[in-house]
Nanobody, 130 residues
Framework: QVQLVESGGGLVQPGGSLRLSCAAS????????MGWFRQAPGKEREFVVV????????YYADSVKGRFTISRDNAKNTVYLQMNSLKPEDTAVYYC???????????????????????WGQGTQVTVSS
């Protein structure tokens, strides 16, 4: 069992930055690929980014590529999402999730399927507005 707790959300102006954190319980954090998803009001939950178990490989949605950066610290059981150049369309509840799936670097896009994730956090609200 893994429990995930997100933090760091808030209100930010367009062009601003936020850093989200996701703290995981348990001693098997390094066994999971960690993803971030987001869900805007009235929309389906969508994939943002994933980082593999050891942190060596990442895969980003086109909408955030070049603006968001995911990282993880397995010693602290924490994954981070640095969000820069935020836009109003980034407004959503952001969720972190853990996946036991093992996919090669050439198939990282498979992690964009939310059904492959075993554990989810409760979400943190990010609002980008002037």
């Amino acid at each position: 069992q893994v429990q995930l707790v997100e933090s760091g959300g808030g209100l930010v102006q367009p062009g601003g930055s936020l850093r989200l954190s996701c703290a995981a319980s348990g001693r098997t954090f390094s066994s999971y690929a960690m993803g971030w998803f987001r869900q805007a009001p009235g929309k389906e939950r969508e994939f943002v980014v994933v980082i593999r178990h050891t942190g060596g490989s990442t895969y980003y949605a086109d909408s955030v590529k070049g603006r968001f950066t995911i990282s993880r610290d397995n010693a602290k059981n924490t994954v981070y999402l640095q969000m820069n150049s935020l836009k109003p369309e980034d407004t959503a509840v952001y969720y972190c999730a853990a996946s036991r799936g093992l996919y090669s670097d050439s198939n990282l896009r498979l992690y964009s399927n939310l059904r492959l994730y075993d554990y989810w956090g409760q979400g943190t609200q990010v609002t980008v507005s002037s």
